[in-house]
């Protein structure tokens, strides 16, 4: 009688939906655009696998929303840059794919709302009926929301006012004197109409923001917050809230809500190359696809914030607001088994030789440089990359001896097998819109003279760093900051001494500086002097060419698809026990991860610190560690060094000198701890995040290693500052590469591994 009943409810919702616009396919992808729906590749073919996935116990309901064309009478005549959004529908495209694939969601029982058809009422009849109608205790509810939010201001027939925050639907149009309604969707509404589904297991995903800047963001960054404060009078109330309290502001949302940010940040989304996405919603999903189970909410959260301050400079930092503080499971569901990778095929060809990949689970930096070398392996094939389509890559079985395995098949996860990076990469360095027509002609005249530099004026698209300067002589706000940002000794160039007071003001004038493209500026950047944009230019050289040693670095990280099974640590050192801070490994290691903190820890200036690497497989292998410090300088871990014996023995005969060096090992099955027993690392100043960078590989890094032969015959094995860090690190992905005769590193991820991490020094 109940499946009966249910069977009832879901063809009344199927033909209400059509009849409201808001139809739902049977992969529920009918209102993406045909260019996304195209990107997540999702064929016919996958109906039958993902509805099997979805065949364990208990339903899982989910709808997407996401809004990237608002109508002007949306958004404010003033809003900075176009209005529109970017990013929304790839951010449905994410999670819908996700969901699917390593959640085991129905295609089915995923309702999607994009553009035209997310108006407020679509929204409100798509709670009530896929949510409210549909979901009994102990189901599974995801609700996720990409757009604009806003702060509106409500006033009533007495004249008194309130605050309330909402989301924008796409005809969430501004008041005017004839209209004095505004039609969005208050946040107290939501989680109303939320509270009134019938099971707690319910995840509410909000990337939209309420607090929107000032200046003109660069690099393609977007705010998802509507820049102004509007005031008007509610709407009418929706239909199954007329009878009801509304909860108040202060109330929680029932069972898990996720902010994309703080109340009182920015929320951005961000350009890829080719393709738009929410920061937030692209970082929680690009970890999802290849985490290890059992991921739980505060890890994948905590993960999320790791990844955006890697992004560079942005305040943005996910928030989770749990109503259950015990330890759930993301999304109130576990991970299914065996679908873990860095993405998924989502078609095969009817000869079964070529393949269209999702890599949603691709660092989008590795996936701008998706090109013919590259090859990837699932069901133990390997594919050659043959095109890139934001997203979607179509790939073809390698015609390698022995590529012998299981026949290709929808829901098969990808890694990737040979990462190909070209030598001739670039930092692109954006020129703040603020500066003078002639500022800009200087700037990328002194920039074109760095070879490993391109510069560009169009904001729209994507930079690594952006050149800008404060906004005049003697101002303590720059142009380029997210908020009034005061100067201060301590982010003048070149650094102040340790005694320096850094709440000192800088008196008088300043020249240029480098900003994040979240318009924080790069500490050590600034001048305190006035100053001509090419000398500026000169000064800021050694600044870039680290910033271009740490893009390249960020280019090697393959933690979820190395083969090499490592494990890293870090701990405080104290005289009576010592406390681990961190614990990484690749995925590939058998090895238990020891129980280490989920959240970014902070270490005091001053605390002894070491870390400890783990062989976990049968081969030796060489190492170094990098660290890059709040001002983005990087300094290098070497091992004691020893000649190469052939080299030291042509070198005694006076064939060859001097000989090469070659870095220490670490035995199969043993770790070493850097730095040793009998030495101590402290923590240094300035403040900020640390990023960490532990390479290993089974090529011994000679060249690595003989670029550094200076600074390593100076003594000591920690190098710091690192001297020429670019060349440090391209003679790094050289040692690491299996073929140096071309104009691309080829890096096989049976050869290596780089695991990253980040701790703030406090």
């Not at 330890?327 to 070529?354: C, H």
């Not at 020893?642 to 042509?650: F, I, S």
């Amino acid at each position: 009688m109940e499946s009966s009943e249910r069977q009832k409810q879901g063809l009344s919702r199927r033909a209400f939906l059509q009849g409201t616009g808001a139809v739902m396919a049977a992969l529920g992808l009918s209102e993406l655009s045909v260019n996304a729906a195209a990107a997540l590749g999702i064929s016919e073919k996958a109906k039958d696998y993902s509805q099997a996935l979805a065949a364990d116990s208990g339903r899982k309901l989910a709808l997407l929303i996401g809004i990237d064309k608002y109508p002007e009478d949306a958004l404010p005549s003033g809003q900075l840059g176009t209005g529109k959004l970017a990013g929304c529908k790839t951010d449905v495209a994410l999670q819908k794919a996700l969901l699917i694939h390593r959640f085991g969601f129905d295609p089915a029982d995923i309702v999607v709302l994009t553009d035209e058809r997310a108006t407020r009422e679509g929204i409100y009849r798509a709670v009530v009926d896929h949510l409210i109608d549909q979901a009994t205790a102990g189901d599974t509810v995801v609700v996720h929301f990409s757009g604009y939010g806003a702060q509106v201001r409500i006033s009533d027939l007495t004249g008194g006012q309130a605050m309330q925050r909402s989301l924008v639907p796409v005809d969430g149009f501004l008041p005017t004197e004839k209209r004095p309604t505004f039609n969005d969707i208050s946040e107290q509404e939501l989680k109303t109409l939320l509270k009134q589904v019938k099971t707690k297991n319910i995840t509410t995903v909000l990337d939209a923001g309420f607090v929107d800047i000032a200046v003109p963001l660069s690099g393609g960054l977007r705010s998802r917050a509507r820049s102004e404060v509007v005031t008007g009078q509610l709407p009418a109330p929706f239909p199954l809230l007329s009878n009801q309290r509304l909860a108040k502001e202060s109330e929680p949302f029932p069972g898990t809500l996720i902010r994309g940010a703080n109340l009182d940040d920015v929320v951005l989304e961000r350009p890829w190359n080719d393709f738009n996405a929410g920061a937030f919603t692209y970082v929680l999903t690009q970890y999802l696809w290849s985490a290890p189970a059992p991921v739980t909410e505060e890890i994948a959260v905590a993960r999320s914030q790791e990844m955006l301050s890697r992004w560079g400079g942005s305040n943005q930092q996910p928030v989770l607001v749990a109503a259950n503080k015990k330890s759930s499971p993301l999304y109130s569901t576990p991970l299914l088994n065996d679908t873990r990778g860095e993405g998924v095929i989502t078609d095969v060809s009817n000869d079964g030789k070529t393949a269209t990949i999702w890599f949603g689970g691709m660092p989008p930096r590795v996936l701008a440089y998706f090109s013919t070398p590259t090859v990837v392996v699932s069901g133990g094939r390997r594919l050659k990359v043959r095109s890139r389509d934001g997203l979607t890559v179509k790939a073809k079985l390698a015609s390698d001896a022995g590529n012998d395995g299981a026949p290709l098949k929808v829901g098969q996860p990808v890694y990737e097998a040979i990462r190909a990076l070209p030598k001739n990469l670039d930092l692109i360095v954006a020129l703040d819109s603020r500066l003078e027509r002639i500022e800009r002609v200087d700037a990328t005249s002194a920039l074109s003279g760095l070879t490993f530099v391109s510069s560009t004026s169009d904001t729209n698209l994507p930079a690594d760093c952006l050149l800008g300067k404060p906004i005049d002589s003697g101002a303590e706000t720059l142009t380029a900051s997210l908020n009034p940002t005061k100067l201060s000794q301590a982010e003048t160039f070149p650094a102040p001494e340790p005694e320096a007071d850094p709440a000192q003001e800088l008196p008088g004038t300043v020249g240029y500086g480098l900003f994040s493209l979240t318009r924080s500026l790069i500490p050590g950047t600034m001048a305190n002097q006035d100053e001509a944009i090419k000398p500026a230019i000169a000064r800021l050289s050694s600044k870039l060419q680290a910033l271009m040693a740490l893009k390249v670095l960020r280019l090697s990280e393959n933690r979820a698809a190395s083969q090499l099974p490592v494990r890293v640590t870090l701990e405080r050192v104290d005289p009576k026990e010592n406390t681990l801070l961190i614990s990484r490994k690749t995925f590939s290691t058998q090895q238990q991860d020891p129980q280490s903190r989920s959240l970014i820890p902070e270490i005091a200036v001053g605390s002894r610190v070491r870390y400890r690497i783990f062989n976990d497989g049968e081969t030796p292998l060489y190492y170094t560690l990098i660290n890059v410090d709040p001002r983005e300088r990087l300094s290098a871990f070497c091992p004691v060094a020893e000649p190469d014996p052939v080299d030291a023995t042509a070198a005694e005969v006076g064939t060859e000198s001097p000989p090469k060096f070659m870095g220490a090992s670490i035995a199969p099955g043993t770790s070493v701890a850097v730095p040793s027993a009998e030495l101590d690392w402290a923590i240094e100043a300035p403040t900020g995040p640390v990023e960490t960078y532990v390479v290993c590989t089974t090529q011994p890094l000679t060249n690595t290693f003989e670029t550094l032969r200076v600074a390593i015959n100076n003594g000591g094995t920690r190098i710091n500052p690192m001297p020429e860090p670019l060349d440090v690190v391209k003679s790094l992905l050289s040692d690491i590469s299996q073929d140096d005769e071309t104009d691309a590193y080829t890096l096989d991820m049976t050869q290596w591994a780089t695991i990253n991490f980040t701790y703030r020094a406090v």
